[in-house]
């Protein structure tokens, strides 16, 4: 209901509906214990984040990387050089930038 009427975004939402899912469990069904559910939950939330996390890192510091040796100002030297026609120029970015995305992710790409 908050996302449809702008009062918060998915982000958000996702942590309104753990706020009320904790608080219905713990008070309503009182059903929810502290040591026996919580921790175990939180540490597999931990692990799940932390892995994406680290990804994302990796990717974020190979695209600076790419940045500091100055690959993308290589790479189209290297291009412009190759051909003078406009079509032929268009199918080498769409090619250098499908082959770079199966690597970095598209903001690094």
Same mark, same amino acid.
């Given at each position: =209901?908050? #996302? ?5 975004? *998915? ?9 009320? @899912?904790? #608080? #219905? ?6 059903? /929810? ?5 919580? #921790? *175990?939950?939180? /540490? ?27 690959? *993308? ?5 290297? =291009? ?10 268009? /199918?080498? @970015?769409? /090619? ?5 995305? =199966? ?7």
């Amino acid at each position: =209901m908050g #996302i449809r009427f702008s009062l918060f975004t *998915p982000s958000e939402g996702g942590a309104v509906a753990v706020l009320y @899912c904790f #608080i #219905i469990g713990t008070f309503v069904y009182k059903r /929810l214990k502290l040591k026996e559910h919580l #921790i *175990p939950i939180l /540490l597999d939330s931990i692990a799940g984040t932390s892995s994406v996390v680290l990804i994302m890192v990796a990717a974020n510091t190979f695209g600076n990387y790419m940045s500091w040796i100055n690959l *993308p100002k290589i790479v189209a030297s290297g =291009m412009l050089s190759l051909t003078q026609n406009k079509y032929v120029f268009l /199918l080498l @970015c769409n /090619l250098i930038l499908l082959i770079m995305g =199966m690597f970095l992710e598209g903001g690094a790409a």
